[in-house]
């Protein structure tokens, strides 16, 4: 927790903080100093006439220190202290609670950012097995709420609240990596899999990603970070320009179009089609395997026959299939798919050389899936509005439906 400025907004679990939260307050106008490049963070310094190695020394205690604050820097002169408080905020997650889940394998965060905004970030750990080092995953946001606004995921009926900015997505993996240090853990993988489209704020989410696989700044491998998208082609194949070495993976959750035009509204602007040529364009140009990511909803779009037409869409691609019992979510009438159907449906992909794996959910019991704590601080919509919510997705689901075996 960084207590920047003077006026500490409300704690998270005050009614003030959730007021602030519908209508956010008024900006710090200091960019977080984790999204400046080195080039800019150089000119600054220069500008200052602070000598070279100084650049080295902020940005040792931006990517490996523990300090969340300009005053903690301490070896920094006091004078250079100020003027960098001054323009920029040393870190821009004001405050953080953390729930744990998974006997302490998962830990959830809610993060309250300068005007009151919440976002979430999540923390799995996998310890080492056989053959299989120790993994940590950090999962992290790139908007608070979603536009796309998906009927299975708590971000997406949240609606959007706003682009954060790059220092506010790199915050969230500076939090976990303090989080970890004094144990010895690592951030071993990164996915942008939170709240949000991470390409609808493209170029926020480019430059996040790239100070994050940066050697001189936070340093991750490119292919053990995850971009994770519902289907902006555009924004696919202006990252594929971009020739990354990071891992994409495309929600697809229903192969054909009538149903994924429920599941991801985004489809009726960008067809299914289209998002996977896109994406295998970007596994070709990348040579980068592309993760197919599936939510299985009992009856909705777990039937043989959405397993055939997934089969033949992406069949001889180069792909991998993440098959995923929907957590259960507020406010749908739906359920996740029962093991079996999961398995049938696995089954079915890989009869045809489409590898599948079928993931458990992490941390379903603090809501681990997509915006599920920020819905909770939301409040509960009215029982009208959820009734009405509700028949609404029966209706729609009903009509792009194809039953079992049908
Ligand atoms: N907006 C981007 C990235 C964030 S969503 C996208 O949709 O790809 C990250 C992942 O969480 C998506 O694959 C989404 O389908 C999944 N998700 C959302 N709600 C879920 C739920 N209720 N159960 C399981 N997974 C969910
Ligand atoms: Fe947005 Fe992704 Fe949730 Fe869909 S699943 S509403 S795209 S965050």
Redesign the pocket.
């Known amino acids: 927790m960084s207590g920047a400025r003077s006026s500490r907004p409300p704690s998270l679990a005050s009614p003030e903080a959730l007021l602030a939260r519908a209508a956010p307050g008024p900006r710090d106008p200091r960019p977080g100093i984790s999204g400046l490049t080195p080039v800019s963070l150089g000119a600054w310094l220069r500008d200052r006439a602070a000598p070279a190695y100084r650049a080295r020394q902020l940005s040792d205690y931006a990517w490996t220190g523990s300090a969340t604050s300009f005053a903690a820097m301490r070896t920094l002169p006091a004078g250079l202290r100020l003027e960098l408080e001054a323009h920029f905020r040393a870190d821009t997650l004001v405050e953080t609670d953390v729930r744990l889940a998974d006997g302490g394998l998962t830990e959830k965060a809610l993060h309250m950012l300068d005007d009151g905004t919440l976002v979430e970030s999540v923390l799995m750990r996998y310890p080492a097995r056989v053959g299989r080092r120790e993994r940590n995953t950090v999962?992290i946001?790139?908007q608070a709420g979603?536009a796309?606004g998906?009927p299975?995921?708590?971000?997406?009926e949240l609606g959007f609240g706003r682009d954060l900015e790059t220092a506010e997505i790199v915050d969230q993996v500076r939090y976990w990596q303090r989080h970890m240090a004094p144990t010895g853990g690592h951030v071993t993988n990164i996915?942008?899999?939170?709240?949000?489209?991470?390409l609808l704020n493209m170029e926020r989410v480019v430059a996040a990603a790239a100070a994050l696989t940066d050697p001189a700044r936070f340093g991750l491998g490119a292919r053990h970070l995850t971009i994770?998208?519902?289907?902006v082609v555009p924004g696919i194949t202006a990252l594929t320009a971009l020739r990354p070495r990071y891992t994409l993976?495309?929600?697809l959750?229903a192969a054909r179009a009538a149903l994924r035009d429920v599941l991801?509204p985004l489809n009726r602007r960008y067809p299914v089609g289209d998002v996977v040529e896109a994406a295998s364009a970007y596994g070709e140009v990348t040579g980068r395997r592309v993760s197919y990511?599936v939510?299985m909803i009992a009856g909705i779009n777990d039937t043989d026959q959405d397993a055939a037409e997934m089969a033949r869409l992406l069949r001889g691609r180069l792909a991998h299939v993440n098959l995923?019992?929907?957590?259960?979510?507020a406010h749908?009438p739906w359920q996740?798919s029962p093991p079996q159907r999961v398995a049938a449906f696995a089954a079915a992909l890989e009869a045809v050389g489409i590898a599948t794996t079928i993931r458990r959910?992490r941390g379903t019991e603090i809501g681990a899936?997509?915006?599920?704590l920020a819905a909770e601080q939301a409040g509960a919509p009215s029982p009208a509005a959820v009734a009405d919510r509700r028949e609404r997705l029966e209706r729609a689901s009903a009509a792009a439906v194809i039953g079992s075996g049908a």
């Open positions: 999962c946001s790139s979603c796309v998906c299975f995921c708590a971000t997406g996915v942008f899999m939170g709240m949000g489209e991470p994770s998208t519902s289907g993976a495309i929600s959750h991801v990511e939510v995923m019992p929907m957590n259960p979510v749908t996740p959910s899936a997509c915006g599920q």
